[in-house]
């Protein structure tokens, strides 16, 4: 019996997030779109995730725009973005009639999968992403966010991808966004979602710890359908691991991957040339493509531990970056053990230096951490205990409902709100995602006297 396994490219979307921080141009994608469509990928991962924030933010890009672009190009891959639930691409919650529309909306102008996650996966706020996708008729991957803690076993992922089967689901993510699945949890956990439930399943990690290829491997071995790869200019590091090489080494152990390995490599031409442009001018910081088995021992993703060094560097205190590291777990705890994901990992990481630097545990407390256990954010994994939540919110009463229950619809008001400027529904939508951002590049498009520049301040988002 032959053995498949099929490849999802991820450079157009978090290949290039990871390394150049999602400052690729439209331009340089679309000559190479056709290639990439008749390379016999499984998808192409090409929107969602920061992609639209970027578009909006430092490209002067329209994000729909390129979507539509690339689909007239794409005419037999299906075209998969990345989406973060009831936040769909921006830094709330939104009312549920925002993410029907922009999910279908999503679809309407090119995406075929959609992958949705939630940072706790709290499944509440995973539901109605699911329904509106499979109602515009995409095809809905719902992701587990893969971390490590006490809880987070094999049991509790297996049950939770149950639940989003049962939720109708049309496909399942074993979504690694630290880079912390080693080869055995993964081997062990494809192996239990296969025999649980019969939905295809995806395996998606990070290069950073210096593992993924033999987490792949393992993925493959244990029945995996599909690996999310980045191709060999954009791989490595941050990023996912090079497309070739996985898909080289598997057909060599009698894999069949489909995909066209001439083709592969000149997608690999075409992307170098701009990789080396990217680096040349400092959009690339070398630091990304190394290797960080610390991810490993700590636990923590990548992006988190430089960002912690250098935050405590600025302030002098490069030599507390030990405690607060151990400090990290412990919060974790208190916390009921959320995965370290945006936004959840630069919360746990901003505590836990609080913490350290004031010599006081939650002596100062972030308001996003009190909005957390306050329950803003969804559930916690497991429930935070009560002497914490009173040193966090004292006698306030944390709410229990979807956060999403206390938005009533917001469609009318954005609409109103943005109508001297917005054309479209995709314009109101691009606003309601990024008000200030959104009502600048609209407002520059329609009005040649509006003058508020680009914007050239970084984010950092992990996923
Ligand atoms: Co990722």
């Given at each position: ?8 490219e991820?450079?157009?979307r ?5 390394l ?5 141009h439209?331009?340089d ?8 469509d008749?390379?016999?990928y499984?998808a192409?991962e090409?929107w969602?995730?920061?992609?639209f924030?970027?578009?909006v ?7 729909w ?6 689909k ?7 075209l998969q973005?990345l989406?973060r ?7 709330r919650?939104?009312?549920d009639?925002v993410?029907?529309?922009?999910v279908?909306?999503?679809v ?9 996650f ?5 499944t ?5 992403a ?9 095809h809905?991957?719902?992701?587990l966010?893969y971390?490590?803690?006490p809880?987070h076993?094999?049991d509790?992922f ?7 089967a049962?939720?109708?689901?049309d496909?399942i993510?074993?979504?690694d966004?630290?880079?912390v699945l080693t ?5 062990d956990l494809?192996?239990?979602?296969k025999q649980?439930?019969?939905?295809p399943l ?7 710890s ?6 792949y491997?393992k ?9 999310d790869?980045?191709?060999s200019?954009f791989?490595g590091?941050?990023s996912?691991?090079a ?6 080494a598997l057909e ?6 489909g995909?066209n390995?001439?083709?592969?490599s000149?997608?690999a031409?075409?992307?170098?040339p701009l990789r080396?442009?990217?680096?040349a001018e400092?959009?690339l910081?070398p630091k ?10 700590y636990q923590v993703p990548?992006?988190m531990?430089s960002?912690?060094l250098?935050?405590?560097k600025e302030k002098?205190l490069e ?6 590291l151990a ?7 208190d916390?009921?053990y959320?995965?370290?994901v945006t936004?959840l990992?630069q ?5 836990a230096?609080?913490n350290?630097?004031i ?21 916690a994994?497991?429930p935070i205990a009560i002497?914490i939540?009173q040193?966090i919110?004292?006698d306030?009463?944390p709410?229990?409902?979807r ?7 917001e469609l009318?008001t ?9 054309k479209s529904?995709?314009d109101v ?6 008000p ?8 520059r498009?329609?009005d040649?006297?509006?003058?508020v520049p ?8 992990d996923?």
């Amino acid at each position: 019996m032959t053995k498949n396994i099929r490849f999802m490219e991820t450079v157009l979307r978090d290949g290039q997030q990871s390394l150049i921080a999602t400052r690729m141009h439209t331009k340089d994608m679309l000559p190479i779109i056709k290639a990439m469509d008749n390379a016999g990928y499984a998808a192409l991962e090409v929107w969602g995730g920061a992609t639209f924030d970027a578009c909006v933010r430092y490209l002067n890009e329209d994000p729909w725009e390129r979507l539509r672009a690339i689909k007239k190009l794409a005419k037999n891959t299906p075209l998969q973005m990345l989406l973060r639930g009831q936040n769909l691409l921006g830094y709330r919650h939104y009312a549920d009639d925002v993410v029907a529309e922009f999910v279908k909306k999503s679809v309407e102008n090119g995406i075929d999968i959609v992958r949705i996650f939630d940072a706790l996966n709290d499944t509440r706020n995973i539901e109605v992403a699911i329904k509106a996708t499979k109602e515009a008729g995409g095809h809905a991957q719902a992701a587990l966010s893969y971390t490590t803690s006490p809880v987070h076993t094999v049991d509790y992922f297996v049950n939770l991808a149950k639940d989003l089967a049962d939720m109708g689901a049309d496909s399942i993510c074993i979504k690694d966004m630290a880079g912390v699945l080693t080869p055995q949890a993964c081997f062990d956990l494809v192996s239990r979602i296969k025999q649980t439930i019969t939905l295809p399943l995806q395996v998606h990690t990070h290069a950073t710890s210096g593992i993924s290829e033999m987490t792949y491997l393992k993925a493959a071995e244990a029945g995996a359908d599909i690996i999310d790869t980045a191709i060999s200019p954009f791989a490595g590091g941050t990023s996912q691991p090079a497309t070739a090489s996985v898909a080289l080494a598997l057909e060599d152990l009698g894999f069949e991957t489909g995909l066209n390995m001439e083709k592969i490599s000149e997608i690999a031409d075409h992307f170098r040339p701009l990789r080396d442009q990217y680096r040349a001018e400092g959009l690339l910081d070398p630091k990304v493509q190394d290797t960080e088995p610390r991810t490993l021992i700590y636990q923590v993703p990548g992006g988190m531990l430089s960002n912690l060094l250098s935050q405590l560097k600025e302030k002098g205190l490069e030599d507390l970056y030990d405690e607060v590291l151990a400090e990290i777990p412990r919060v974790r705890k208190d916390l009921g053990y959320p995965p370290l994901v945006t936004p959840l990992s630069q919360m746990v990481g901003t505590q836990a230096m609080l913490n350290i630097v004031i010599g006081e545990r939650y002596k100062m407390i972030p308001n996003e951490i009190k909005d957390y256990v306050r329950g803003k954010y969804g559930k916690a994994p497991v429930p935070i205990a009560i002497d914490i939540q009173q040193l966090i919110i004292g006698d306030e009463e944390p709410m229990t409902i979807r956060p999403a229950d206390l938005i009533p619809n917001e469609l009318p008001t954005l609409r109103e709100e943005i109508k001297q400027y917005a054309k479209s529904d995709e314009d109101v939508l691009l606003y309601a995602m990024f008000p200030q951002l959104g009502m600048d590049f609209l407002g520059r498009r329609e009005d040649p006297f509006y003058d508020v520049p680009i914007q050239s301040v970084n984010v950092s988002i992990d996923m």
